[in-house]
T-cell receptor, first 112, second 114 residues
Framework: EPEVTQTPSHQVTQMGQEVILRCVPI?????FYWYRQILGQKVEFLVSFYNNEISEKSEIFDDQFSVERPDGSNFTLKIRSTKLEDSAMYFC??????????FGPGTRLTVT | AQSVTQLGSHVSVSEGALVLLRCNYSSSVPPYLFWYVQYPNQGLQLLLK??????LVKGINGFEAEFKKSETSFHLTKPSAHMSDAAEYFC????????????FGAGTRLFVKA
């Protein structure tokens, strides 16, 4: 059964460094998403992406964040200059249309 | 503003008892409604969804939920809890507001006692 994959599973970085989190969505899906979950808190929407552009983003998704689909398979989230409060689990998701989303296992980002 | 409220951050039931996890939403547009389950250190797994049509939807592992528009609710139930049901459950709403955005509730941790 096809699934969304994410790499790395755990990323440790120093404050101020740039990180790129990678996702491989399910191959025939058209919509892509990033969410984050700070430890012990709820899952928060960051951004949705369709047809090579952002279709919706939250207040969290500021200028420090960017997304890209560099080729036909990967979908990346870049944080330009990480802050301590960026430490969280980041989930990628994809969907064939606009309803059911399939989530990846997540990347745990730790900023020190 | 759109929001999702899950009543009770923790719910404890005995094995074999009814499970009821409550979810209410606020939305200015017709919502798509979901329940997800998250086991420790894992991602989110879809339990069930409501998009259109029948308001009582059945999902995996014996769970079901009923969309009640008049009450803006989408409560999750299971007639008989199993130990394996112990997990965190998230209610979510996907909205088409020009783009697509999913809002999650704060989650309810379900404990199942032997």
């Amino acid at each position: 059964e096809p699934e969304v994959t994410q790499t790395p599973s755990h990323q440790v970085t120093q404050m101020g460094q740039e990180v790129i989190l990678r996702c491989v969505p399910i191959s025939n899906h058209l919509y892509f998403y990033w969410y984050r979950q700070i430890l012990g808190q709820k899952v928060e929407f960051l951004v949705s992406f369709y047809n090579n552009e952002i279709s919706e983003k939250s207040e969290i998704f500021d200028d420090q964040f960017s997304v890209e689909r560099p080729d036909g398979s990967n979908f990346t989230l870049k944080i330009r200059s990480t802050k301590l409060e960026d430490s969280a689990m980041y989930f990628c998701a994809s969907s064939p249309e606009t309803t059911e989303q399939y989530f990846g296992p997540g990347t745990r980002l730790t900023v020190t | 503003a759109q929001s999702v409220t899950q009543l009770g951050s923790h719910v404890s039931v005995s094995e074999g008892a009814l499970v009821l996890l409550r979810c209410n939403y606020s939305s200015s547009v017709p919502p798509y409604l979901f329940w997800y389950v998250q086991y420790p250190n894992q991602g989110l797994q879809l339990l069930l969804k409501y998009t259109t049509g029948a308001t009582l939807v059945k999902g995996i592992n014996g769970f079901e939920a009923e969309f009640k528009k008049s009450e803006t609710s989408f409560h999750l139930t299971k007639p008989s809890a199993h130990m394996s049901d112990a997990a965190e459950y998230f209610c979510a709403v996907t909205l088409n507001t020009g783009g697509f955005k999913t809002i999650f509730g704060a989650g309810t941790r379900l404990f199942v006692k032997a």
